[in-house]
């Protein structure tokens, strides 16, 4: 008996693009012109949020270069070790302050350009996922994106307790040159630390919505997750002072407790969901499910 759309009563309720492509399938060729053209938007957002980027530079770098400015160093601040009444960088070559006004721009452009490419590589996706894997997608990004916002803000405050104590490791005589290029690098580093670490409770509810971690199995390696997330502050952060491992460390476990007490309620509403196999005899077939709810969204692209 052949299947017919859900809630249709004949061939003309079904919807055009079904009609001309039941199975929801695209040619190869296809696939990689959509792609391009998204690749396209992509690229042009990134372009104009770089120009913004470049053309605000002074406000941006102000921003940065704040952490580095409230520091002393041996009870003076940073910029009279060289006898400047501000905090000072140096720039030991030519390219370096064009490649700096170019990294900032493109990291600027990043930021500003994130609503574009995250919609893109969403609409890309998205038709070929069954409605229950986008569901979880919506609560990825939805979640993702201020989570990484949290842990850079965590980085902002960490940076300069980290920087006063690798500083502060300067023996009294000794004039330590930090140039922009190293100071970028570890504010680039912290943030990134700090972001991708925030992350990881998101991901653990994500593997209990898949079916693979349990809230069993969750509460057993409980004090394994909490160790590793101080193990991994301990390690990951540039600076070893312990304020910027707890300030790392502090915040993600919280967060763990959160993803916990997440898994314990998903499994307890799951419990509470009856299986489609149960009262079937292990000879039978589980019926099909002909709502929709497990059907691929992807339909003729356009």
Same mark, same amino acid.
């Given at each position: 008996?052949?299947? !017919?759309?859900?809630?249709?009563?004949?061939?003309?309720?079904?919807?055009?693009s !079904?009609?001309?492509n039941?199975?929801?399938?695209?040619?190869?060729?296809?696939?990689?012109?959509?792609?391009?053209?998204?690749l396209l938007?992509?690229?042009?957002?990134?372009?104009?949020g770089?120009?913004?980027?470049?053309?605000?530079?002074g406000?941006?770098?102000?921003f940065?270069?704040?952490?580095?400015?409230?520091?002393?160093?041996?009870?003076?601040? *940073?910029?009279?070790?060289?006898g400047?009444?501000?905090?000072?960088?140096?720039?030991?070559?030519?390219?370096?302050?064009?490649?700096?006004?170019?990294?900032? $721009?493109?990291?600027?452009?990043?930021?500003?350009?994130?609503?574009?490419?995250?919609?893109?590589?969403?609409?890309?996706? *998205?038709?070929?996922?069954?409605? +229950?894997?986008?569901?979880?997608?919506?609560?990825?990004v939805?979640? $993702?994106?201020?989570?990484?916002?949290?842990?850079?803000?965590? $980085?902002?405050? *960490?940076? =300069?307790?980290?920087?006063?104590?690798l500083?502060?490791?300067?023996?009294?005589?000794?004039?330590?040159?930090? =140039?922009?290029?190293?100071?970028?690098?570890?504010?680039?580093?912290?943030?990134?630390?700090f972001?991708?670490?925030?992350?990881?409770?998101?991901?653990?509810?994500?593997?209990?919505?898949?079916?693979?971690? =349990?809230?069993?199995r969750f509460?057993?390696?409980?004090?394994?997750?909490?160790?590793?997330?101080?193990?991994?502050?301990?390690?990951? =952060?540039?600076?070893?002072?312990?304020?910027?491992?707890?300030l790392?460390?502090?915040?993600?476990?919280v967060?763990?407790?959160?993803?916990?007490?997440?898994?314990?309620?998903?499994?307890?509403?799951?419990?509470?969901?009856?299986?489609?196999?149960?009262?079937?005899?292990?000879?039978?077939?589980?019926p099909?499910?002909?709502?929709?709810t497990?059907?691929? $969204?992807?339909?003729? +692209?356009?």
């Open positions: 008996m052949p299947l !017919r759309w859900p809630g249709s009563g004949d061939a003309a309720a079904v919807p055009p !079904r009609q001309a039941p199975d929801g399938r695209m040619p190869l060729v296809e696939h990689i012109r959509e792609l391009r053209s998204r938007k992509v690229l042009l957002a990134l372009t104009v770089s120009i913004v980027g470049w053309i605000f530079f406000p941006v770098w102000k940065i270069e704040r952490p580095y400015c409230k520091i002393e160093i041996h009870g003076r601040p *940073a910029g009279a070790l060289y400047s009444k501000t905090c000072a960088l140096f720039v030991t070559g030519i390219f370096d302050s064009f490649f700096l006004h170019l990294k900032i $721009a493109v990291v600027v452009g990043i930021l500003i350009s994130s609503p574009v490419w995250l919609y893109q590589l969403w609409a890309f996706v *998205a038709p070929g996922l069954y409605r +229950r894997e986008r569901r979880w997608t919506y609560l990825f939805g979640t $993702a994106v201020p989570l990484f916002a949290l842990g850079g803000a965590f $980085a902002y405050l *960490a940076m =300069t307790r980290g920087l006063q104590f500083l502060g490791l300067v023996p009294n005589g000794a004039v330590p040159i930090i =140039t922009i290029n190293t100071y970028l690098g570890y504010a680039m580093a912290m943030l990134l630390i972001g991708v670490a925030f992350e990881v409770p998101l991901t653990l509810v994500i593997l209990n919505l898949a079916g693979v971690l =349990t809230h069993d509460r057993k390696w409980r004090r394994m997750m909490i160790f590793g997330v101080f193990a991994f502050a301990a390690v990951a =952060t540039p600076s070893p002072d312990p304020i910027t491992m707890l790392l460390a502090v915040p993600c476990v967060l763990v407790e959160l993803a916990e007490i997440a898994v314990w309620a998903n499994d307890r509403r799951r419990a509470r969901r009856p299986s489609p196999d149960e009262g079937l005899s292990p000879d039978e077939a589980a099909l499910d002909l709502d929709g497990d059907e691929p $969204a992807r339909a003729d +692209r356009r």
